[in-house]
């Protein structure tokens, strides 16, 4: 695609394939329309393993849309009664363990991680903290009083915490953001020792900005990384923080792309590879 016809960042989240009314924003944790179901993984399962280990947890729900998941997680938390569990065959295989070693690759695609944070806000009795980010101030009045329950308006490609999460979860979110790849590498650095990203990413959205197909490339890169993709089901996910840096320089955003895999149209990313060597 022609330069020119590329979108900024900007120019993109004005977009009507972005400020989309038919999106769904109502996720829950459990059920045909959840976390639970879409991820493969059950956030509670997670966050309650991390408060049974350290004594705190922590959740980061990047584009969680009416912030159902992260209330409905923040009522759960103050009773001790124990989630249902999902099925096995549905998990995600998360792999583990350090990035490899050796020199990274230069590139404007990287970030440095942050320390974790020993605090937390108190939900239930409990060291909890939840917090939501999305581009448009459409959350659930419940969500406002949400115990423990942070809500920001703010664009995930600009956004920064305070402190590093357990869980980072991005539920269908990055099909409509324009810098994918800078999102994923800055939000795996936000991860916990120890800590579990999960995210859909659409490997077909991101094009070099010819136009050509970067799919294949980004496996690989992902894969020496030690981040785990999912093709089928098109989610990447990761234990731990990571610095990833890759190769590219995003060139901007086509909202012109159309329909993905959910049948909903979507942004494809645009990335000028940067030499290696």
Known sequence: MPADRLLTD???ERSDVVANCAMNRERGLDGVNSYAKDLGLHPLDLLRSRLADHGRASWLDLCCGSAR???QAADLLR???DSAPIDPAARVAIPSGPAPSGPGRAGLISAAPIRPDGGGDVAGGTQVTLTGVDLIDWFDPAARTAPGLDLHVASVSCWEPGRAYDLITCVHGL???GDKLGVLA???TWLSPGGTFAAHLDLASIRLADGTDASRTLRRLL???RVGYDARRRIVTCVGPRNLDLPFTYAGADDRAGPNFTGQPAVDSHYRPLPTG
């Open 10 to 12: 900007d120019a993109l």
């Open 79 to 81: 009773a001790p009664t």
């Open 69 to 71: 998941a992260l209330t």
């Open 175 to 177: 099909h409509y953001v």
């Open 223 to 225: 894969r020496e990384n």
């Open 186 to 188: 800055r939000a795996l």
